[in-house]
């Protein structure tokens, strides 16, 4: 079955330390990618997407993700976390060929930062 | 501030009222969504609006009822809600519905059914 999935519910990290995200998609041909960022009480703001091209796209805030075709992965990275960036984390899917109307996403990673 | 308002913010009702979330845009987008956001669960699409007119509704019961009376403009009618669908509702907009423009989301409706 066609799915999105982000195998860590939770994360915690140091400020300062590294983040990667995970995100794992199972459709046949190579879906359009999204990561999606929401602060608490808020809604959710777009970081960066993937149609083709470059494997390594950069976002917002520091934030940049690599395509990985043979692990069809989309993992989310930074390299340094601040504490502002505690809040829960999506990744999304567009089918190849859809559109916004077939928006699929995962179940989140919330990201807590230590001080 | 992400052009996209909703309101209220937070919303209590019992099962036998009647209520109504709105959602506006003044993105000049052309597609409107409403999603269901329950704990544990992942973001649900309930409705999909182009032009104002509705182009998917995906199995939502008929206790939900959207609007779209203009491009920039998007309501949920509620009536007879169960506990189980309280939620963040959210509402989204894109430029069109195709895939490359990416969706806006508004700061969402927290809806407790008592």
């Known amino acids: 079955a066609q799915s999105v999935t982000q195998p860590d519910i939770h994360i915690t990290v140091s400020e300062g330390a590294s983040l990667e995200l995970r995100c794992n998609y199972s459709y046949g041909a190579t879906p359009y990618l999204f990561w999606y960022v929401q602060s608490p009480g808020q809604g959710l703001q777009l970081l960066l997407k993937?149609?083709?091209?470059?494997?390594l796209v950069q976002g917002i805030k520091g934030f940049e993700a690599e395509f990985k075709r043979s692990q069809s992965s989309f993992n989310l990275r930074k390299p340094s976390v601040h504490w502002s960036d505690a809040a829960e984390y999506f990744c999304a899917v567009v089918p190849y060929g859809g559109s916004q109307g077939n928006l699929i996403f995962g179940k989140g990673t919330k990201l807590s930062v230590k001080p | 501030e992400t052009g996209v308002t909703q309101t209220p913010r937070h919303l209590v009702m019992g099962m036998t009222n009647k209520k109504s979330l709105k959602c506006e845009q003044h993105l000049g987008h052309n597609a409107m969504y409403w999603y269901k956001q329950s704990a544990k669960k992942p973001l649900e699409l309930m409705f999909v609006y182009s032009l104002e007119e509705r182009v998917e509704n995906n199995s939502v019961p008929s206790r939900f009822s959207p609007e779209c009376p203009n491009s920039s403009h998007l309501f949920l009618h509620l009536h007879t809600l169960q506990p189980e669908d309280s939620a963040l509702y959210l509402c989204?907009?894109?430029?069109?519905?195709?895939?490359?423009?990416?969706?806006?989301f508004g700061q969402g409706t927290r809806l407790t059914v008592v």
């Open positions: 989204a907009s894109s430029q069109d519905l195709g895939p490359f423009p990416e969706a806006f």
């Open positions: 993937y149609f083709s091209g470059d494997t």
